[in-house]
């Protein structure tokens, strides 16, 4: 007969996998609001600004026993967006360097001949 520990454990265990099913069915549904990859394995929840995050969705998913209801009240916080689109949300959230010198290398420019010239004199 197994212990109460190990029956609580298995019992957690069932509970999160559950979670985790019903995240990717979730992500299934909804592909990135940015660029429209529907991939789940790249999408992630990007919390917005105007609300409070409480905690993050994908370890309340695998590392809690969360119920699901306080997870998606959690996710109706958030739009899914890529990896990519959500490291690039945030980096202009946060106004990092990288991002203002990408932006101001992106900006249209003139190419005289002084730019193609490798020797500075």
């Not at 957690?12 to 990717?24: D, G, V, Y």
């Not at 069915?25 to 917005?48: K, M, R, S, T, W």
């Not at 997870?71 to 203002?100: D, F, G, P, S």
């Not at 101001?104 to 193609?116: F, I, Q, W």
């Amino acid at each position: 007969m197994p212990s109460k520990g190990a029956k609580q454990y298995e019992m957690q265990a069932k509970h999160r996998a559950r979670n985790f099913e019903l995240m990717i069915q979730y992500l299934l549904a909804h592909p990135c609001v940015d660029c429209g990859i529907n991939d789940p394995v790249v999408l992630e929840f990007d919390h917005l600004p105007e609300f409070a995050k409480r905690f993050e969705i994908a370890r309340a998913i695998t590392a809690s026993t969360r119920s699901w209801a306080t997870i998606a009240a959690e996710m109706a916080k958030c739009e899914v967006v890529c990896a990519n689109c959500h490291r690039r949300r945030t980096a202009k959230r946060a106004r990092t360097r990288k991002y203002l010198i990408s932006e101001a290398l992106s900006e249209p420019r003139s190419m005289g001949p002084d730019m193609l010239n490798d020797d500075p004199q």
